[in-house]
């Protein structure tokens, strides 16, 4: 399995018109949650995960999503579809994917996306401060591969589990001391990739 987005790049959203622009009569609180918003549809995020994080409704997210698909020439339907991951199996599938979502889980905490929410409910993680940590800690993941293979929604789905902490943490190895992701229902894996081959 693959963790990887299909179909649309996060290129294709990348130049998006800066949405002060676009709605010019916009508080500043309702600014932030459609500038969010556009990060996030951006990076391929589903509509349901930009709802969560940036509080818009349903009807409104698409309707941003219709328009600016359209400023770019893109169908809507271009966009993904269908319920966000489920299982964070994918990530131990192979030594690629366990180093990528430790990288990325390592820059979620460097960025503070998590915050204080340790022990909280999962559905109150998500709100505009900690959404706009989350695109921080993706685009600098995107940036510091050249072939990026963990999605935006994995990375929705790895942060609400270390919030968790039931199924995976966050550690370090025990040679190198490097962030290494611990499967806490798969047996607990103590060393990296490269110093456990
Ligand atoms: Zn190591």
Request: proline residues 5%; positive net charge.
């Amino acid at each position: 399995m693959d963790c990887s987005n299909e179909g649309m790049t996060p290129s294709r959203f990348a130049d998006m018109p800066d949405c002060g622009q676009q709605y010019p009569e916009q508080g500043p609180r309702e600014l932030r949650r459609l500038e969010l918003a556009l990060r996030m549809l951006r990076l391929q995020a589903r509509t349901r995960t930009v709802c969560d994080w940036t509080g818009l409704s349903q009807r409104r997210v698409q309707g941003i999503s219709r328009e600016y698909a359209a400023a770019r020439g893109m169908r809507a339907t271009d966009r993904l579809r269908g319920p966000s991951p489920s299982t964070l199996s994918p990530f131990w599938e192979s030594r690629r994917l366990r180093r990528e979502a430790a990288a990325l889980a390592g820059l979620c905490c460097l960025y503070g996306v998590m915050g204080n929410a340790a022990g909280s409910d999962r559905l109150r993680l998500p709100d505009l401060r900690r959404g706009g940590r989350l695109c921080q800690a993706y685009e600098t993941y995107l940036s510091l591969l050249s072939e990026p293979r963990v999605s935006l929604e994995h990375a929705v789905l790895l942060v609400r589990a270390l919030v968790r902490g039931t199924e995976i943490a966050l550690s370090r190895c025990a040679d190198c001391r490097t962030v290494v992701l611990i499967d806490r229902l798969g047996g607990i894996r103590g060393h990296c990739t490269y110093c456990a081959s």
